[in-house]
């Protein structure tokens, strides 16, 4: 048996350990048997006072009998739990494009912890879990319906789950946090008010001019504006030329570069030039430079990583998955870059207000914000600290109508299990209180089927979702990066959104309907079928008094 989510799982195994419980605490109490003496009572109440006594008493045995047998059945077919769920059948696996099956305890989730120990049984007891004939046989169709269903799905890789687990990754360490903020403030700004001061006041050669757009027209024109850019590490005058205001932990030494300390006050630590804070030569530390650091942060060599898994999946078939195969397989210094500039895009550097003593000796002071203000170059700077500013608020609500799309799409699954879960429980009182009726039988049936082929809608709407994002963000480079957070993007996420609550809501209105029909209709051949016997009873009584009238009259005209 087949279910649609890690969750289900076990909420399918709770559900119908309750419902063994709640259907043995009936059967205890008696409560299950009430419902055949309100049979009789209102079939005897019935026929008696719309009939003669005596046609009366045959339509009631007759009515009695029709009632039992329904009732009988659905008792035995959906009430008394038959059949063994054996918890280890029970498996999720990703219907588009495969992979490992997961089942009760061997999911990789934290749900094997809470969950997992102690099934089968309700609250990690060891009962054995029954479901009832007609129950398990509607559990087994959906569940093969559905996968088929959702099987028939070209595999697309998920783009939208890559791109929030990339974006979601941000640094964790205090401390590196801390020469982050510190590298952007003493490094990369002053670089680029270096160039845009270059720029404006036309001081430049031709020959520097020229190099510099060399390197624009082959890395872009925004590479000067993150902080690992090329421009700033490959042409002098920039990250070689500036120093670290104060020794940063773990660079050794040099006395040929950190030749303004006295010998006597030399530091435990040096400044290293910009270029090696950022590369990790002359002395860095055994994690190596600023860059190979913000790496490791990003789980660039994880194997469970978001970017690990980016640059390893070779299993998509389809031209989405393709392009992004080719672009995170290729060279692998772009792919490194590019994912350094999502996490400097996902957190922008604190500005200092003190340019030269932020950094206390102790290394434990915190940066607060403001705007750095240096000697040379201030309004550059100005400008930039407020558009680093102004950028991380415009795209405030991009991010945030992103997320409510993520929980939408991480909600659903678990939305599902859990009504499911109340379904499963509950039926047993529903049965019980709608006297066995099959037109109740029939309801609870729709709306199982309906809650769970949920699931192949929701999987239309993800494979819609992500062809679609393939056909918005073709460059697979611009895919993770600050150029997907526009107009696209949110117009994508808002339908999607629709799709994944409109899509179930529509189907469920739909099928509620035809369900409606179909429960008045069973109901009509109900009623029809008890009300022609009362018909026959009744007319069988007249027929009776006629006769018996007849033959008195005929008995009393001999005797004259």
Not at 242 to 250: C, D, E, N, S, T
Not at 320 to 347: I, M
Request: hydrophobic fraction near 45%; include cysteine.
């Amino acid at each position: 048996m087949t279910v649609n989510s890690f969750i289900e799982i076990y909420t399918t195994l709770i559900g119908w350990s309750f419902y063994n419980s709640a259907w043995t605490i009936l059967l205890g109490t008696g409560i299950a048997f009430l419902p055949f003496i309100f049979m009789l009572i209102e079939t005897f109440t019935k026929t008696q006072t719309s009939m003669e006594a005596n046609a009366g008493s045959a339509a009631s045995v007759r009515i009695m009998e029709i009632k039992l047998v329904f009732a009988l059945t659905a008792i035995v077919l959906t009430a008394q739990p038959v059949m063994t769920l054996v918890p280890h059948q029970i498996e999720y696996e990703h219907p588009a494009c495969g992979g490992n099956t997961a089942r009760t305890g061997d999911t990789n989730t934290t749900l094997d912890a809470s969950l997992g120990a102690g099934q089968p049984g309700i609250f990690g007891g060891n009962s054995t879990i029954r479901v009832p004939v007609w129950w398990y046989g509607l559990l087994q169709l959906t569940s093969g319906m559905n996968h088929t269903l959702m099987s028939s799905f070209p595999c697309v890789p998920d783009i939208r789950a890559y791109d929030q687990a990339v974006r979601s990754i941000s640094i964790q360490d205090r401390d590196l946090r801390r020469e982050y903020d510190r590298f952007a403030n003493e490094c990369w700004i002053p670089a680029l008010t270096e160039y845009n001061r270059l720029n404006q006041s036309g001081e430049s050669s031709a020959g520097r001019r020229h190099a510099i757009q060399q390197r624009l027209d082959q890395h872009g024109q925004m590479d000067p504006q993150w902080m690992g850019s090329r421009v700033f590490r490959e042409l002098p005058g920039f990250y070689n030329s500036f120093r670290a205001q104060r020794p940063v932990p773990g660079y050794a030494f040099d006395a040929n570069r950190d030749n303004e300390y006295a010998r006597a006050h030399e530091p435990n630590y040096g400044r290293p030039t910009c270029l090696e804070w950022w590369e990790g030569t002359n002395g860095a530390p055994a994690g190596g430079g600023l860059q190979a650091r913000l790496l490791d942060e990003l789980g660039w060599n994880e194997s469970r990583s978001a970017w690990r898994q980016l640059r390893e999946d070779s299993g998509w078939s389809s031209w989405a998955g393709n392009r992004l195969r080719s672009f995170f397989t290729g060279n692998q210094d772009a792919v490194a870059e590019h994912a350094l500039k999502v996490l400097v895009d996902r957190g922008p550097p604190r500005i200092a207000t003190n340019y030269g003593d932020f950094w206390a000796a102790d290394q434990a002071s915190q940066l607060s914000p403001g705007s750095f203000i240096a000697s040379d170059g201030a309004s550059q700077v100005l400008g930039g600290a407020f558009m680093l500013v102004a950028g991380a608020s415009a795209g405030a609500d991009l991010v945030g109508f992103h997320m409510d799309m993520w929980i939408v799409r991480a909600a659903a699954d678990m939305v599902q299990a859990l009504i499911l879960l109340a379904f499963y429980g509950l039926l047993p009182f529903v049965l019980v209180f709608s006297s066995y009726s099959w037109s109740a039988v029939f309801t609870a049936t729709i709306a199982i089927f309906t809650v769970k082929f949920w699931s192949v809608l929701w999987m239309l709407a993800w494979w819609l979702d992500q062809n679609l994002w393939a056909a918005l963000f073709p460059d697979p480079s611009l895919l993770f990066g600050p150029g997907s957070e526009g107009l696209e993007r949110r117009l994508l996420s808002a339908i999607i959104s629709a799709l994944y609550i409109g899509l179930p809501i529509l189907f469920s209105i739909v099928i509620a309907w035809s369900g409606m029909k179909g429960a008045d209709s069973f109901a009509t051949f109900n009623r029809s079928v008890t009300g022609g016997v009362r018909s026959a009873g009744s007319a069988g009584g007249k027929a009776g008094v006629r006769a018996g009238g007849a033959a008195a009259t005929k008995g009393m005209s001999a005797r004259r």
